[in-house]
């Protein structure tokens, strides 16, 4: 991997991942719809709308692999999901497609499957049950991501991401919490490990409360250092200040599940 380019890099994820990639891949190529506020002289950027395929060409040309980490990462208006993560996304493995860029990392979400109750334990071989507008989005990048994969010979990784951050910040986050090099880790499995096709993994860390198999990703080497239980006194003392919320406990995607609950299954069975 010479050349890596990352979309969203203003983003939350994308800012850390700047500073945590940097040196790792010669040629690191940020891209993002506005410049980051602290680029540093020697980083290169490349501004682009990615609902624009030909802005989205001009990005990848080159590149010998893609950690897509674009688009709106939270629930959003339809036109806004439609724009930025169901065109964008298609954009972005179509450019990668037509650029014959070798690796595409998606940053999918936890939120693909939110709507699991928190006491089935899933693997990634379970069907998507999106919990959000935003949820969907990601469940159809993973469906982009084996298309482009079986069909064009790219080789994907979708990454579900739980909570990327310093500490789980909630009882929920202490299943889903994942560190940033724990993030690393899976990222260079995508863009390096000779075996990968298409895969998906869990963006968790070595979180006792986990809801999740992960075996996919311990079969390629991954090796998660950050354990969630190191912070359960504060993250349970956070927890207790918060509303209750009885469809969002229920289900692993929390308050993407209630936000918007109308005559739905409230509890789902397990
Ligand atoms: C996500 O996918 C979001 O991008 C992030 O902002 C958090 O809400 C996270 O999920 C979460 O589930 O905690």
């Not at 929920?172 to 499995?189: C, Y």
């Not at 895969?199 to 390629?220: K, Q, T």
Request: charged share 25%.
């Amino acid at each position: 991997m010479q050349t890596v380019l990352v979309t969203g890099a203003a983003g939350g994820i994308g800012t850390r991942l700047r500073q945590l990639l940097k040196g790792v891949y010669p040629n690191l190529r940020l891209s993002d719809m506005k410049e980051p506020g602290d680029l540093a002289r020697e980083e290169m950027f490349m501004r682009a709308d990615l609902a624009d395929l030909a802005q989205v060409e001009r990005i990848v040309a080159g590149a010998d692999g893609i950690v897509h980490l674009g688009g709106f990462s939270v629930e959003g208006p339809w036109d806004t999901i439609l724009q930025s993560n169901i065109i964008g996304c298609y954009n972005l493995f179509e450019a990668a497609r037509r650029h014959r860029v070798e690796r595409v990392v998606f940053a999918s979400s936890n939120h693909a499957v939110g709507f699991y109750p928190r006491q089935r334990r899933i693997g990634t071989d379970a069907a998507v049950r999106p919990d959000s507008r935003y949820g969907v989005s990601k469940a159809f990048g993973e469906a982009l991501a084996a298309l482009y994969a079986y069909k064009h010979g790219l080789r994907v990784t979708c990454i579900r991401i739980g909570n990327f951050g310093d500490a789980p910040l909630d009882r929920r986050r202490l299943a889903i919490w994942i560190s940033p090099p724990d993030l690393v880790q899976l990222i260079r499995i995508g863009l390096e490990h000779p075996d990968v096709r298409h895969e998906i993994f869990f963006g968790a860390s070595d979180n006792a409360r986990a809801w999740w198999d992960n075996s996919a990703a311990f079969r390629l080497g991954y090796r998660p250092q950050g354990r969630a239980e190191d912070y359960s006194a504060q993250a349970l003392a956070a927890d207790a200040k918060l509303p209750p919320d009885p469809v969002g406990d229920w289900y692993q995607g929390g308050p993407f599940c209630s936000d918007e609950f109308d005559d739905g299954i409230e509890r789902a069975p397990v």
